[in-house]
């Protein structure tokens, strides 16, 4: 069956230049795809032209007048610019043209948005964002990113089950580990709202292998780590700032002089074969998890291949009906609460 | 005058072997240092053989019978171990025969151990624990680190003084930055307590920078970042994380086959000089801050070049004499707060 995939094509660093060859992109590697290009008409156009016709009805331009700022207050774009590039393509997931929604475009305004226009599934308080980082072995996934600063032990549960079966589906993995990001693995660790998800994570039925610490990321030690969006914000992009500083000293060093540079030369298939393997382009879509219907985030700064990768996780989410399996889960635990000892926290954390 | 360290020989991974070598290096490289090697005197003498008497009276063994294990619950390590190397170079700071103590031992039981003996300085509530870190441009300090799990804007406060005291003190500026650790730049992001927290920083008189994010700890957008514990115990941790990754990921790529072993021999003194640039050694020797008295915490895997770098931190924090001008600052404040405008958050911090 095809996915149709609605892309704000305005949003991000570079708008349509990158936004618009990325769905081409799709569209030509990926023949069961669709495309709705939503924006600005004539700036859309002008980088289709050659292509226009080539995919027929799988590529469709959407023309919407207003452009969501970068900084813009989210409440603001949410009430005041109904015909943005980004509310009519999340307006098309609401009315079912389009099975999955991606943006590169402000995140608040796209969670506020998205919230508004879909709603949350039912047992969802507060969606969360899902973003995937490279381990030792593998690949993690990381939420909450930032949506939610102040969580209670509750959210951080409906978290952990969001995260589950995203990986369950797109990664085929029967039952994902779940990890709670804390500052050591004793259970005795952390602050109250954390100890209170350990016991909810313990008795939720899920995989959960306890406490994780901020090395545990890109160790891979789970398939899920789970925590706050205030500090998870703050280790992903610690782990970005590093990540910067050691290309630069890399790069300042290989640049030195005469010889550095002939040692680089050498180097460089194997430079680049290290970078291929961290390449955080690759690991670009950040999933909005919660809400009745499929919306990523890609970076602002995605160039047209990261933009693809977005494109492609979205549709990827759609083809192995995450939204069900997420629902479901929830439909079950409600129904059916995993056995446990003293508190019954599932029903409330799902009511 | 001489600098007395006080040197807990038993913490950390390694004991004697790395410690009393550390030490040793300390003497022979700093002629206005003394250390007291505290512990098990015939492990400590067993490392000190052929240099017994080349110190004189600079060097000093002091016998104590307990070792505080790595796993153990603080409160016990308190309570139970009065004669442990720990409790007793702790002890050699209060009674004034030594300016500092260098422990590599358990975190928990070093910090709960130093407040029981030396207490706090008046004005503040919680040590808290600080860390320097590399940036593109320079170096970083941040704090908490994970003593405090939990904080109030006011700790927050408290935490931006004593981290300015020491920048100002031992990196010789006179007025450093110091950045809040937030979820982005603006003032209405983050929690409730954070957005607190920036109005006493922005009224207390330090040289306040505003809201950081996680990428400008290694950008070096400010001389000191503050957060609370379990926020910057996940970054610090997640960083080195993605550190130790990268480092096996080159590795791996470096070790894959005839060619690209030839080519890592050619780039090796370029890596090398790559390595020295982010040593994670030269920066060991976290300063627990708010106490009446010097500690310092090494890393537990700290090997003796790193651990040498810790006991240099402490013999620096006395030489320049960072406790007075601490208590100094929190006096003044408490004395006279900076002007502000509405609440007076500063007396209520220090009172």
């Known amino acids: 069956m095809r996915v149709t995939v609605a892309v704000d094509c305005m949003g991000g660093d570079h708008g349509p230049s990158v936004t618009v060859p990325a769905a081409l992109a799709l569209l030509r590697e990926d023949p069961a795809t669709a495309v709705i290009l939503v924006g600005l008409s004539s700036a859309i156009e002008s980088q289709i032209r050659r ?39 999340i307006d098309l997931v609401k009315s079912g043209e389009a099975q999955a929604a991606v943006s590169a475009g402000n995140t608040g305004a796209l969670m506020a948005i998205s919230r508004f226009v879909l709603k949350t599934l ?19 996934y990381v ?20 995260g589950a079966e995203l990986v369950s589906c797109v990664e085929h993995k029967a039952r994902p580990t779940v990890g709670l990001l804390n500052i050591g693995e004793e259970a005795i660790k952390g602050n109250e709202t954390v100890k209170q998800a350990a016991e909810l994570l ?36 610690t782990a970005e700032g590093l990540a910067q500083m050691i290309r630069k000293f890399l790069r300042a060093e290989f640049e030195r002089n005469f010889l550095t540079r002939i040692a680089a030369l050498i180097a460089l298939p194997v430079l680049n074969a290290f970078k291929r393997r961290v390449d955080h382009r690759s690991y670009n879509g950040a999933s909005l998890l919660g809400l009745r219907g499929i919306v990523l985030k890609s970076h602002g700064s995605a160039d047209a ?17 995450m939204l069900a399996h997420i629902s479901e889960r929830l439909t079950q635990m409600h129904r059916a609460p995993a056995p446990q000892d003293e508190q019954p926290p599932i029903v409330q954390a799902v009511s």
């Open 51 to 89: 292509e226009q016709h080539a995919f027929g009805d799988r590529m469709v331009v959407r023309h919407a007048a207003e452009v969501v700022g970068m900084d813009e207050p989210p409440a603001l774009a949410m009430r005041s610019k109904k015909d943005s590039s980004m509310r009519v393509a």
């Open 122 to 140: 039912p047992g969802i308080d507060r969606p969360a964002i899902a973003t995937i980082m490279p381990t030792e072995n593998g690949r993690v």
């Open 143 to 162: 939420l909450d990113l930032g949506a939610n600063v102040d969580c209670s032990a509750e959210h951080l549960l409906q978290f952990g089950i969001m």
């Open 202 to 237: 313990r008795a939720s039925g899920l995989n959960f292998y306890g406490n994780v610490e901020g090395d545990d990321i890109f160790k891979g030690t789970t398939d899920v780590v789970v925590c706050d969006g205030f500090v998870g914000n703050v280790a992903l992009k």
């Open 305 to 321: 291949y990261a933009f693809e990768c977005a494109l492609r996780r979205g549709v990827e989410e759609v083809r192995t009906g």
